[in-house]
């Protein structure tokens, strides 16, 4: 069993139901990230884990003890929100040391605490300032302090860099991430930005529509992507509808003629899939084992990267990706050329595109 | 959350019945003129005294004359201040709080003494100087409301670039004033206009104090000497505020509904 | 006409713009009100004593401060408290929703039906044949006269001010709870608060400057009111506004100045009502922009 377990959750608004089936496990000590579009039910999920929503069905088992029930004030779950939602009547310090002042925290243990736990989010010697004194970016952290402060067992992050300027939002990605390393505390963490989602967890779940798409590792979200939405999701793809003609050999005939992938797959002969493959995943030149002819579209320059644009095939349109090293040319519109993938890279995806 | 619920609907049905009992107690009184069973009698008896429509008569022309003196003393001030003195801002709110911390009855006795017919300023000497006095009374109680109801309508369109849009096209102050900024702001005024309205229709110490022969009075001396008629007269008097509240809540929707179509 | 600030006669003009308001402020706010304050310290042929202020301390004049302050502050502070339980009940107490419009429409009208109707709204409901007396006798045998409740009287002008006082409060304060943002609690909850923990170290805290506002100003609704009282006790309930109206009428021939003294007293405690309240607000708000 793991530390927190999410068992088969539902969460209905009247009518509109939200959160459908979800089911998750949680290790201890992990940080996980709940990625998906705006609307699609990551922060009722977390609320529910708070204990500010309860679900119409499913469980929710925190270290071995059924939350069912239990108020938000007995969780003992840390929870920082999108708008800071830090209390404006409290210096910064007295906001650190509110829940170390509701579990009744000796005075002179509270203080220390609080020290340390400014000293971590980089903002010793505010302790005085109230918070409309602070900048976005310095009230987030102070939230962040004073939801670790009374050590919770578990840290909910509701979107919590996206009300901030792209810089700090960087720069504190990787804080929160060293800090929860630092404490070893069990995270869940909210986004709608996979780049966020990507960088900072050990593992993502990709949700849409109330549903957990695929939970796995970020290169393996990013390289396995497991549904049609995950692979359209996360970063940027190609797709190029087929129709199976062999699913022994992996034969599948494509408007840029019949690809061979060399290996078994799931669908049956004739049923329509799509071949998706990332951009970096194609090369100019012959060194894999998918060729194909196409002729350039467009580039652009991205300075470490060049982008071309090409039609393979005659009318499939694809988009690659690579690196600009000295020495190497930008192919001109027009140029003929040729394409190739390893056939491993190509994933097949059920439907057209 | 659950026990909460509780203690709402049950203090909110306490407060219900604190606040509705008396309006049920005063119709039910209203109607018991004649022994034995229920009538409109009081009600009749009042509409019957020539007194009546005298005083509410006098009292609805001074409130409208209030509302006027209110609103063009009020509209440009609030639209100039935040316009060309935001500097003034902070004098000019204070006036007009002033009326909500100085007692009516201290301001009125400062006109008793200051504009008496031995004064410099003997407003007191003649009827239509009382007059102008008294308006001029219910003009400063009313200020805080007026004030506050048209600044709140000033700040939710932008003067300043309306009104420099409005003089780029060519418009000068009077143009700018009745044509750009009024419209935008006349369900502010109304709602300060309708608040006016219901405070000096049934205002007593002023009138009482100036002698002036308003609805206030009238309703105190009936107080005195009738039985019922009084409480025919608090059904008038109430339903007088809620018609001028519910037609603040009427423009306010109304306006709502039309910036919404815009 | 353009206006250039920078030239004299220009930003004299736009001085102008003013005048009226502050002439009128003057004239009709200002010097009625001087004229009451330096009155009180003058004697009638203009020199300069202290003999109307002394004049306040007979026995008659302190009882009926004493009533007036009793009553300002009893009906302001229970006006704030049930005010605001009301408000919190109808915006956050899980009511039904069309509640709230309902109860902030009514509170507009009866936070402005004070005075005389007032009055006899009361008088028709716990008057000695009103509603409730009529039904309290006949139904349930009980004599209210004789368990000692008296409309006219101390607690039945607190009853009656209490349906303006309540109402202003529920006016006043819905858009500050409104301010109440639902993540402070949920942030308080999660950090192990209960709702009473909440209440006393967040909201109450982040409400105060309004609920000390509110406070003065109802103090000063209550204790400058005439017509209630008037209607509803005649003259027979001396509070400090009914003594300075029959100084006025003439009612009473005293010392003509010691009307000035009752009317400077008046002023003077609805002042320092609202001076506790700016400077306990400048301390409430250090944590505000
Ligand atoms: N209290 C609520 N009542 C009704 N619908 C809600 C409520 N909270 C959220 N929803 C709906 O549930 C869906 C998911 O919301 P949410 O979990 O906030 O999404 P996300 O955080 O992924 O953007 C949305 O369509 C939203 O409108
Ligand atoms: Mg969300």
Do not use: H
């Given at each position: 069993m793991s530390f927190i377990t999410l068992q088969n959750i539902q969460k209905s608004f009247g009518a509109t139901q939200v959160v459908r089936d979800f089911t998750l496990g949680i290790e201890k000590g992990e940080f996980v990230s709940l990625l998906g579009p705006s609307g699609c039910g990551k922060t009722t999920v977390l609320r529910m884990m708070a204990g500010f929503e309860t679900q119409t069905s499913g469980t929710i088992v925190l270290d071995g003890q059924d939350m069912g029930g239990l108020p938000a004030n007995r969780r003992r779950i840390g929870m920082v929100f999108q708008s800071y939602a830090l209390f404006p009547n409290l210096t910064v310090a007295e906001n650190v040391a509110f829940g170390l002042k509701i579990a009744g925290t000796p005075r002179a243990e509270a203080a220390r605490r609080v020290d340390e736990m400014l000293g971590m989010v980089g903002l010793s010697g505010f302790g005085a300032r109230y918070p409309f004194q602070l900048s976005g970016g310095q009230q987030q952290r102070v939230a962040l302090a004073r939801a670790i402060a009374p050590r919770p067992r578990v840290l909910l992050l509701d979107e919590p860099l996206s009300a901030l300027d792209a810089k700090i939002r960087i720069s504190l990605r990787s804080e929160i991430r060293a800090i929860q390393r630092e404490l070893g505390i069990t995270t869940l963490f909210v986004t709608h930005d996979q780049e966020e989602a990507m960088s900072m967890s050990d593992r993502v779940v990709v949700m849409s529509g109330g549903r957990a798409e695929q939970v796995g590792a970020p290169s393996e979200i990013y390289n396995r992507p497991a549904t049609r939405f995950v692979a359209e999701f996360i970063g940027s793809l190609n797709l190029v509808p087929g129709t199976v003609r062999d699913a022994a050999t992996g034969a599948i005939e494509t408007p840029a003629g019949v690809i061979a992938l060399g290996r078994t797959l799931p669908q049956a002969n004739g049923s329509a899939v799509s071949l998706a493959i990332r951009p970096e995943g194609l090369h100019i030149g012959q060194d894999g084992n998918v060729v194909l002819n196409a002729r350039v579209a467009d580039s652009e320059f991205l300075g470490s990267i060049i982008r071309l644009r090409v039609m393979a095939g005659g009318n499939t349109p694809l988009v690659i990706a690579r690196f600009n090293r000295e020495g190497h040319t930008v192919p001109e519109p027009g140029q003929e050329l040729t394409v190739s993938a390893n056939a491993s890279d190509i994933i097949v995806l059920d439907g057209v595109a | 959350m659950k026990s909460g619920r509780i203690f709402s609907a049950l203090f909110f049905g306490l407060a219900c019945l604190y606040f509705l009992l008396p309006l049920v107690g005063t119709l039910e009184f209203s109607l018991r003129a004649r022994r034995g069973e229920y009538s409109l009698d009081a009600y009749r008896n009042v509409l019957a005294d020539p007194q009546f429509h005298q005083t509410i008569g006098y009292s609805f022309i001074l409130s409208l004359a209030t509302i006027v003196l209110g609103v063009l003393i009020v509209?440009?001030?609030?639209?100039?201040?935040?316009?060309?003195?935001?500097?003034?801002?902070?004098?000019?709110?204070?006036?007009?709080?002033?009326?909500?911390?100085?007692?009516?009855?201290v301001i009125v006795f400062g006109y008793i003494r200051l504009y008496n017919t031995s004064s410099w300023l003997p407003l007191l000497g003649s009827a239509a100087g009382s007059d102008f006095l008294l308006v001029c009374g219910y003009a400063t109680l009313s200020l805080p409301y007026m004030y506050r109801a048209i600044d709140t309508g000033l700040r939710a369109i932008d003067v300043g670039t309306l009104t420099e849009a409005a003089q780029s096209l060519g418009a000068g102050w009077v143009t700018v004033l009745a044509r750009v900024i009024l419209p935008n702001i006349l369900t502010a005024i109304l709602s300060g206009a309708f608040l006016t309205f219901a405070i000096v229709i049934g205002e007593y110490v002023l009138a009482a104090l100036l002698n002036r022969p308003a609805f206030g009075p009238y309703m105190v001396w009936m107080g005195g000497n009738k039985a019922y008629e009084p409480a025919a007269l608090a059904v008038v008097a109430f339903g007088i505020t809620w018609a001028s509240m519910g037609l603040i809540q009427l423009f306010s929707r109304f306006s709502k509904h039309t910036q919404a179509r815009r | 006409m353009p206006l250039a600030p920078d030239r004299p006669a220009a930003r004299l003009l736009v001085w102008l713009g003013v005048v009226p308001f502050l002439l009128f402020a003057l004239l009709f706010l200002i010097l009625p009100t001087l004229q009451v304050v330096t009155g009180a310290f003058r004697t009638p042929d203009g020199s300069a004593t202290l003999q109307n202020i002394k004049g306040l301390l007979t026995p008659s004049i302190l009882r009926a401060l004493a009533l007036s302050l009793k009553l300002s502050l009893l009906t302001a502070a229970l006006g704030c408290v049930l005010g605001l339980l009301l408000a919190a009940a109808v915006t956050r107490g899980g009511l039904p929703g069309w509640l709230r419009g309902v109860t902030m429409t009514f509170s507009g009208v009866a936070s402005n039906f004070a005075g005389v109707p007032l009055a006899f709204a009361f008088i028709a409901t716990l008057g000695r044949l009103g509603l409730i007396t009529v039904i309290l006798r006949d139904w349930f045998g009980i004599n209210l006269m004789a368990t000692?409740?008296?409309?006219?009287?101390?607690?039945?002008?607190?009853?009656?001010?209490?349906?303006?006082?309540?109402?202003?409060?529920?006016?006043?304060?819905?858009?500050?709870?409104?301010?109440l943002r639902k993540d402070w609690r949920e942030a308080a909850e999660s950090l192990g608060a209960t709702g009473a923990q909440y209440w006393r170290m967040v909201a109450l805290p982040v409400l105060w400057p309004s609920l000390l506002g509110t406070f003065a100003l109802l103090f000063a609704n209550a204790f400058g009111a005439v017509a209630t009282a008037m209607a509803l006790t005649g003259s027979s309930l001396s509070i400090l506004p009914i003594i300075l109206f029959a100084q006025i009428r003439g009612d009473v021939l005293q010392d003509p100045h010691l009307g000035y003294a009752v009317a400077f007293a008046m002023i003077f405690f609805t002042g320092i009502a609202n001076l506790i309240y700016v400077t306990l607000r400048a301390r409430a708000e250090r944590w505000q922009k």
């Open positions: - | 509209a440009p001030t609030a639209f100039w201040v935040r316009l060309k003195l935001p500097r003034l801002r902070p004098v000019v709110e204070f006036l007009t709080l002033m009326p909500l911390v100085i007692p009516p009855i | 000692g409740f008296n409309l006219i009287s101390f607690p039945g002008l607190a009853l009656a001010y209490l349906y303006f006082q309540i109402p202003l409060m529920v006016l006043i304060i819905t858009p500050a709870l409104d301010g």
